[in-house]
């Protein structure tokens, strides 16, 4: 069996999930739902080491394999097949889908225990997993679309799991509208694809791309542009990014594999994926590039103010995936593809040790009722910590690796872009650092709530939460510490040689720029971590301080910078507006109205004529006398 | 001779016509009518219809106007209750009735008519004889028609007049009525007879 | 010398007419049913002037049917305003409208 027919079973393990769920799950238990579920992706992630070893064991150019199941579509001219991509990129993504996706059903099995829809969560994240597993290994246009609506639908029945609370379903139904925005652009990017190269198979349209799509073209600006905007709304960067946070409503172990590790960087996966049609537009590409810096640094200094523990990481979340588009965007899409990995793992291990913290509290998530949590979940702080410093960019953690790889190679990049990648990179490694030791300080040392105290307390002596969400972070920690391994700069070049194939590397920095960016990188890193000790650690008045003195600066990042607001007035209210004008003009007035025309001239017409009906003998021998009249009239006067 | 009568006898129709609907009494309605159906026998006699005038006379006049004035001799004082002419409609009524007159009167003077002159005719037209014979051959259907129709009228006559003094029909449904009586059977019904007939003679 | 069966027609016409002028007019059903009468009767006059200017019979044959059905309509007619009396109706056609839709 070669990659592509592994290819095909990874696909479809996640699906017999789903019908074990549907067909069988009624009648047995929730946790054997659970570990059914569960099982499935581990078989899935089976098939994608059995993939990547195949893959491994063939020579660098046949490394792309396309597996084509079956004539889909076929209307004219148009012609799509069923047909799945194996090659190192998809790979990637796959052992990450997979692997990171079977963690966190593990780990869900003890976090919704005791929820009484814990099936159908099962059977979503199934779901999910599916459609995000479609989209990454979609040979062509189409079935990517369809593996990005899918993914849509899943965030969203996720998000509005819990459907009884209002903020969830009014969540829900953002993250959803703002990523139907992205699928318009993606299927009118798809259709100027289609215009001028008449193709919707990746590999025709990538070897057809130059000829056809003129390099720095009015078109291939445009197709790269729509596929941008799906991009962005689907990661949640800015302008379309207002959702993530909100998104925070659903279970935490969602928010980890959705809006951590999978759906957001399925942006960066589609960047990368379309490398040829980005090298067409080097304009757009450097767009890209600037909307990941805007976004990491906002995002960054926004999520020094969140007082919800999973807000901070969502905002995180946003940055680091700014430094994913960064990369993409300058060209290292190696580097940018080497950050996803690693940001899976250490940013499902926050999520979820998060995860432990909540349900140890009994689901409260507002960092000022916390504090001291050390004493009472020491494996779990020790976890966290890892993932702390992964996300901070602290040596030998894997994230310092990838992170500072992409700002490398913007360095060597050297133009304008790159030098702003580079120094707004810089700072928002400082400001990651900030808010990231804020939180774990807040959360995690100092003294202890009274909230804290009562319920750390209460669980002494009982562990720190089920042991299912407990070996999972531990695994998750792993990965956080040695991922790096992957791409140690001068030392290994595993990831980069890897991915050569399918997306070149352009840029290779010199040693000297390596070192001197790792330099400046972890110096900030640790000066971050002193500033945030300095004002949080012990519990000092400074932050009130600050606050106060900057007042004008804290208000505006406590309101997300506006972007909320001007959303509800640029779009929301007119929507609103407009619906009620249709309802008050056309549904009331035309549409009901004309309903009640029709049955009152109906009844109006009977009563007319029902005045003929009378009852009087003599009116209607004068109505016979009058027709008769009428009627020898007409005879006589020859009428016809 | 034909014409001087067909003026006077119109003449005397038109108005006891009017006088009909004019009147308030009904009695002298029904006297007026009785004059107007004299007047057209005299017409039918003009036109040679000898069987018809008689007819009129016997059957219209005598029999059918003798039965309404037995029924507004019945009524007596009940026929005039309340009379008045007019009410609704009243104008548009003569209008209508205005108006047909005169298309008939268009209508007639219009067409250069064909039948100016009576057609010629046998010495037995409208004779008794003639309109049996006729009645017997060409036209039986009417004949029994007629006859049909006069033995409804009787039925509804009776029924509508003196429908009270019929025998009622037992109440409730058909079920709860009492069973009806054994079918007639001629020889049950002789040697019933015969038995009654020996024990008559027995005693 | 005889007048055309034109005048025959008009004055055939006028009672009609005169007749129809009675029952949409009065509203006691005795004096309608006699308007009635002289309605039939205008038609059986030009019945038999037809067939007299025509030839033929069969307009007297058809007069005397028309005689008959009369007399038959008027017994109904008559049972009907006597049955009406006996139960304390009003005999004017304008009160009797329970017919009414």
């Known amino acids: 069996m070669n990659a592509g027919g592994y290819g095909w079973l990874v696909l479809l393990s996640p699906l017999v999930g789903v019908a074990f769920n549907v067909g069988v799950g009624p009648s047995v238990s929730r946790r054997a739902v659970g570990w059914a579920a569960s099982l499935s992706v581990l078989a899935g992630f089976v098939f994608s080491v059995l993939a990547l070893i195949d893959l491994l064991g063939r020579s660098d150019s046949q490394r792309a394999i396309i597996s084509t199941g079956w004539h889909w579509l076929s209307g004219g001219s148009f012609q799509v097949d069923a047909s799945i991509l194996v090659d190192p990129l998809s790979a990637v993504m796959l052992l990450v889908i997979t692997g990171v996706g079977f963690l966190i059903h593990a780990y869900s099995t003890g976090y919704m225990h005791g929820d009484r829809e814990e099936k159908r969560f099962f059977a979503y994240l199934n779901l999910f997993v599916f459609s995000m597993l479609l989209l990454v290994l979609a040979g062509n246009f189409v079935f990517l679309l369809a593996g990005w609506g899918l993914v849509g639908l899943s965030s969203y029945l996720l998000i509005g799991f819990w459907w009884q609370r209002p903020t969830a379903v009014a969540a829900a139904k953002k993250a959803f509208v703002m990523n139907a925005i992205g699928d318009i652009g993606m299927a009118l990017g798809i259709f100027v694809i289609w215009d001028h190269v008449h193709s919707v198979d990746y590999a025709t349209v990538f070897t057809h791309a130059p000829s056809q799509i003129g390099a720095g073209s009015h078109t291939a600006n445009w197709i790269a542009l729509l596929l941008l905007v799906a991009a962005v709304a689907k990661s949640a960067q800015l302008p379309l990014h207002t959702w993530l946070p909100d998104a925070m409503e659903g279970p935490t172990p969602v928010s980890a594999l959705i809006h951590a590790a999978t759906m957001v960087t399925a942006g960066v996966y589609l960047v990368a994926r379309m490398w040829p049609l980005y090298g067409l537009a080097p304009d757009v590409s450097d767009l890209v590039a600037l909307i990941g810096v805007a976004t990491l640094t906002v995002a960054g200094l926004i999520a020094l103010v969140q007082t919800d523990i999973k807000r901070v990481i969502a905002y995180s979340t946003m940055s680091q995936i700014g430094y994913m588009f960064c990369g993409v965007g300058i060209g290292a899409y190696s580097a940018g593809m080497f950050h996803l990995v690693t940001h899976a793992f250490f940013k499902a291990l926050l999520f979820l040790g998060a995860g432990v913290v909540i349900h140890a509290l009994h689901d409260e998530q507002d960092i000022r009722k916390m504090g001291g949590m050390a004493r009472y979940l020491p494996y779990t702080a020790g976890l966290m910590w890892i993932g702390a410093l992964a996300l901070a960019g602290v040596p030998p953690f894997s994230g310092f690796f990838s992170k500072d790889q992409i700002l490398a190679d913007a360095l060597a990049r050297g133009d304008w872009v790159g030098y702003t990648v580079w120094g707004l990179g810089l700072a928002g490694a400082f400001v990651t650092a900030l808010y990231t030791f804020r939180l774990m300080l807040l959360v995690f040392h100092g003294e202890p709530s009274d909230y804290a105290r009562r319920h750390g307390d209460a669980h002494a002596g009982h562990g720190e939460g089920p042991f299912s969400m407990l070996w999972t972070i531990g695994v998750l920690a792993v990965g956080a510490l040695f991922a790096g391994v992957l791409e140690i700069p001068g030392a290994t070049h595993g990831m980069r040689n890897f991915l050569e194939p399918t997306v070149p590397a352009h840029l290779d920095p010199t040693g000297n720029q390596e070192f001197g960016t790792s330099a400046l990188a972890v110096a900030l890193a640790l000066v971050g971590l002193y500033a945030a000790h300095a004002l949080w650690g012990r519990r000092s008045d400074a932050p009130r301080r600050i606050a106060a003195s900057t007042a004008p600066l804290e208000h505006v990042l406590q309101d997300k910078f506006g972007f909320d607001r001007l959303y509800d007035w640029a779009f929301y209210r007119p929507a609103v507006a407009l619906a009620r004008g249709g309802q008050r003009l056309w549904e009331d007035a035309a549409v009901l109205g004309s309903m009640n025309a029709v049955g009152s001239a109906g009844s109006w017409t009977s009563r007319l004529l029902s005045a003929a009906q009378s009852g009087l003998v003599r009116v209607y021998a004068l109505a016979i006398a009058i027709g008769i009249a009428v009627l020898a009239a007409w005879l006589i006067t020859g009428a016809s | 001779m034909g014409i001087v009568i067909f003026y006077l006898a119109g003449a005397a129709a038109i108005g006891s016509a009017i006088a009909v609907i004019v009147q308030r009494n009904p009695f002298l309605a029904a006297l007026s009518l009785i004059l107007h159906l004299g007047s057209l026998a005299a017409l039918y006699l003009v036109l040679q219809g000898d069987f018809v005038a008689v007819a009129q006379l016997l059957v219209y006049a005598g029999a059918v106007m003798v039965m309404f004035l037995f029924v507004i001799a019945y009524l007596g004082d009940r026929a005039d209750l309340d009379l008045r002419r007019g009410g609704i409609g009243a104008g548009a009524a003569a209008v209508a009735g205005l108006a047909i007159f005169i298309e008939t009167v268009v209508a007639v003077s219009d067409s250069n008519s064909v039948l100016t002159s009576p057609a010629q005719v046998a010495d037995s037209f409208g004779s008794p004889q003639t309109i049996g014979r006729l009645f017997l051959t060409d036209h039986l259907l009417a004949f029994e028609a007629i006859s049909l129709i006069l033995l409804v009228g009787a039925i509804a006559g009776v029924v509508l007049g003196a429908g009270d003094l019929l025998p009622k029909r037992p109440e409730g449904a058909p079920d709860e009525r009492e069973p009806r009586g054994e079918r007639y059977d001629l020889r049950r019904e002789l040697q019933r007879r015969e038995h009654e007939a020996e024990s008559e003679v027995g005693a | ?101």
């Open chain 3, 1 to 101: 010398m005889s007048p055309g069966i034109g005048s025959w027609i008009t004055l055939s016409s006028a009672l009609f007419c005169i007749g129809l002028a009675g029952v949409m007019l009065r509203r006691n059903p005795l004096v309608i049913l006699l308007s009635l009468e002289i309605m039939l009767n205008a038609g059986n006059l030009l019945l038999v002037a037809g067939s007299r200017y025509v030839g033929g019979n069969d307009g007297h044959v058809l007069a005397l049917t028309v005689m008959a059905v009369a007399a038959a309509e008027v017994v109904v007619g008559l049972g009907l305003i006597v049955a009406l009396a006996r139960r304390g109706a009003p005999l004017d056609v304008d009160e009797l409208r329970s017919l009414r839709g």
